[in-house]
């Protein structure tokens, strides 16, 4: 992939990310998913729950979250295209189960819920996967390896958390430790 | 229109002809046109032009559209080509696709290829060790393949010469089974390795962790800036291309050179179909090529052709050009061509952790990747119960220890502050394999390609010597790392397919005798003079050395000896 189409990728990350809001008033079951997509089936609601569940996951802080940095597209392009298609399947199946769970043990859908008691399924989830179907706990632990790898690999964590060096320009094979910068460590100190 | 024929002819006529532009074809066209020489190039990929042609050499790790990873419907349409470690989204254009060259596996054999201007140069380890004369003597001693028709003596000139233009990075060790060269400083051990070498010299004193050679610039000459190139700028991101030309390949050092020189002609797209034999004459002519795209027809020629089209793309080249006089491949009299093919055993490593010296990190990247282990088994007589040895790749450092537990801003704290796991602590085996008879590529009877090639059929495999090494790499190295006080010691047999060490070799030998071997001493076909072969095809064994300096080495020696005989008239006329 060359650079042109890394940009154009990029451009078409923060265009599906603008458009989202701009959706809300049309049937979102029928509406597909504004992120193009060559083999997942997911809709525009779809796509929404995905969302909201990444910013359980990780959300806005005094740091950036999942829609900030719109972790669930990411998710979906993994999906879409590094993902075997047996594995999507399930992920689709276990997304559209998430909402039912939601109403049985919250008494609404995920996306009417406070974030206290969103966090509170996902973590039943993480911890009791037996209580919930086989396709539910393989999306959940899907979404979360995803949506963390992908904050970890954005460009805002890659720059201001963890920071990578494209062009170290040094090695020191004694590094004290006690000189690692702990607020900003680097890549390369490892 | 007679006239016509005669300048189109004119115009395809060169000094000499190079089939290939990889590690070897590079230092052949940089030989010959810096003799003045006229020289085409023929290369079966693409152009790759330094710099320009690098598309992901600047990107960041989130400008990639999957982190890195290789589509599942690439993975899938490339099994072979998934296994090699450059194969991930910032290289994988360098590396051919599997349905686009197939060949025939008569045993599971990765074969991996780079069909571009460069070839595998782009994409290299950049190991680069010499030989000494424990390994070029190893055949003879040893009772396997045939003797080396050269020695340490004869390629030690050569071996400075490719030195300082390509930069080789290293310490002077002062070691009998590995010379030193002509070195820029070497990259440094670091405190993990550093423990690892001082606790052999005590235990093991034939045994010793030296910083790892490498073709990279740590200290640039004034023939490095006349390349265009400069210091190496720890990236470590070498198989994407380097805007810092801080290694050395083809495309960034010997072919501009050679274009530079203006007597380069760079021919890329042309798939070299056969050497074609003039039978009054006793010598090769020229080649006939397929335009890879439109498969139209050519023939250039020169008094002189460097075969270097990758060793088993070599052999399949020499198999296919055929002729009344050569009935069974160009320059195979003795029968011996696409015979006794060896490789280095790769499949065997080993892990350990350390929890000592934690008051270090590493800052930076190594291009070297840290340290280096020759050949300590059966170098100066036999002492084991398997022929030869192997050398180690050794290297140690700190990874991060990243929890992923919990939600929110627990999770995030985590993830933002990772702490330094202990050193990990990686081995990795390089064996010499034995060249056998049963070792061997064919064409394929029936089966051709999209080009009309016949099929290359491949049947190499490992023996009983493979697997007694790979135990003693496995013994030795456990008890070197229990004793060093590294913990958690894990060995590791990979059990891959040969071919994916990328380190193929032979089935065009060298040796003193026509009747055994398809090359003299200077490289050229016993039966057919003007014709050489400078690239891993050549080798009569493998040592554990990471070969391409060798080749490199080999290439310039033989230009030399190719322009003094046909100075000398010698390779003009039988």
């Known amino acids: 992939m060359n650079r042109r189409l890394a940009v154009r990728h990029l451009t078409l990350v923060a265009g599906a990310a603008a458009l989202l809001p701009g959706c809300l008033s049309q049937s979102h079951d029928e509406q597909a998913a504004t992120y193009p997509l060559k083999h997942l089936a997911l809709n525009a609601n779809q796509e929404k729950l995905l969302a909201e569940v990444c910013e359980t996951l990780i959300p806005r802080t005094d740091t950036p979250g999942a829609k900030d940095l719109s972790l669930h597209l990411y998710v979906l392009k993994m999906l879409d295209d590094c993902t075997p298609p047996k594995e999507q399947q399930t992920f689709v199946a276990g997304l559209g189960q998430l909402d039912a769970a939601a109403t049985r043990q919250l008494g609404q859908s995920f996306g009417a819920s406070a974030a206290a008691q969103r966090t509170a399924l996902l973590q039943r989830i993480d911890e009791q996967p037996t209580q919930f179907s086989d396709e539910l706990a393989a999306f959940y632990r899907a979404a979360r390896q995803l949506a963390i790898d992908g904050y970890t690999g954005s460009k805002y964590f890659m720059t201001k958390q963890v920071v990578y060096e494209l062009v170290p320009g040094r090695y020191d094979g004694y590094f004290p430790v006690s000189k690692v910068n702990l607020a900003v460590p680097h890549h390369g100190q490892s | 229109m007679a006239n016509l024929n005669i300048d189109s002819i004119k115009e395809r006529t060169f000094d000499a002809i190079v089939i290939g532009s990889g590690m070897s074809g590079g230092w052949a066209a940089k030989e010959l046109t810096g003799k003045g020489l006229k020289t085409l190039v023929v290369e079966r990929g693409r152009n790759v032009v330094h710099n320009k042609d690098y598309p ?25 080509a998934s296994r090699c470690y450059v194969f991930k989204e910032d290289a994988m254009h360098f590396v051919v696709k599997d349905a686009e060259h197939p060949y025939v596996q008569e045993k599971p054999f990765d074969w991996i290829r780079g069909y571009q201007v460069g070839g595998k140069s782009l994409l290299w380890a950049r190991q680069t060790q010499r030989w000494s004369n424990y390994d070029f003597e190893g055949p003879a001693r040893d009772g396997f ?8 003596d004869d390629l030690a000139p050569w071996y400075s010469h490719v030195e300082k233009f390509a930069g080789i990075s290293g310490n002077r060790d002062g070691l009998a089974a590995l010379p030193d060269g002509e070195f820029m400083p070497g990259f440094p051990l670091n405190a993990v390795e550093d423990h690892f070498r001082e606790h052999l010299q005590k235990t093991h004193p034939d045994r010793h962790v030296i910083s790892a050679r490498c073709a990279h610039l740590s200290k640039p000459q004034p023939i490095h800036y006349e390349q265009g190139r400069v210091q190496c700028q720890n990236r470590t991101l070498c198989q994407r291309g380097c805007p810092f030309g801080g290694y050395f390949s083809s495309n960034s050092s010997t072919l501009p050179w050679a274009m530079k020189s203006g007597h380069l002609t760079l021919a890329p797209d042309l798939v070299v179909q056969s050497i074609l034999y003039d039978e009054q004459k006793g010598r090769a002519t020229g080649i006939r090529v397929i335009d ?9 020629y020169a008094p002189v052709l460097f075969v270097n089209a990758g060793a088993l793309n070599t052999n399949l080249l020499l198999l296919n050009s055929t002729s009344s006089r050569f009935p069974n491949g160009l320059g195979n009299d003795s029968g011996v061509l696409g015979k006794y093919v060896a490789f280095h ?15 270090f990190t590493t800052d930076g990247r190594n291009p070297a990747g840290g340290g280096y282990i020759p050949r300590f088994r059966n170098v100066f007589k036999q002492e084991t119960d398997f022929l030869r040895g192997y050398a180690t790749s050794f290297g140690a450092s700190r990874g991060r220890v990243q929890p992923r537990h919990g939600f929110g801003t627990d999770l995030k704290k985590q993830l933002e502050k990772p702490a330094l796991s202990p050193w990990y602590i990686g081995a990795g085996m390089m064996g010499e394999t034995i060249p056998k008879e049963t070792n061997y590529v064919r064409l394929d009877p029936s089966r051709k390609d999209e080009w009309g090639m016949p099929l290359l059929s491949i049947a190499v495999a490992y023996d009983d010597n493979d697997a007694k090494m790979k135990q003693d790499f496995f013994e030795q190295f456990t008890e070197m790392f229990t004793n060093a006080g590294f913990t958690n010691i894990k060995t590791n047999d990979s059990h891959q397919a040969p071919g994916l060490d990328i380190h193929e070799m032979g089935g065009v030998r060298m040796g003193t005798d026509p009747r055994t071997s398809m090359l003299n001493k200077w490289n050229q076909l016993h039966a057919c003079p003007n014709v050489f072969v400078t690239d891993g095809a050549a080798m009569t064994s493998t040592s554990t050395q990471n070969p391409s300096l060798t080749y490199m080495a080999l290439t310039a020696r033989a230009v030399d000896h190719a322009v003094r005989e046909l100075t000398q008239r010698n390779l003009k006329t039988t």
Do not use: C, M
């Not at chain 2, 050499?57 to 599942?72: I, M, Q, R, S």
């Not at chain 2, 393949?145 to 340490?152: D, E």
């Not at chain 2, 890879?292 to 250039?300: F, G, Q």
């Open chain 2, 56 to 80: 992901t050499t600047n990107l960041n790790p989130w400008e990639f559209a999957h982190g890195g990873k290789v589509p599942y419907d690439v993975q899938q349409a490339n099994p072979i």
């Open chain 2, 145 to 152: 393949a045939v003797p080396w028709p050269i020695g340490y």
């Open chain 2, 292 to 300: 890879a795209h439109t498969k139209a027809t050519t023939e250039y």
């Open chain 2, 345 to 359: 055993n790769y499949s065997a490593r080993v892990f350990a952790e350390y929890e000592g010296l934690q008051q």
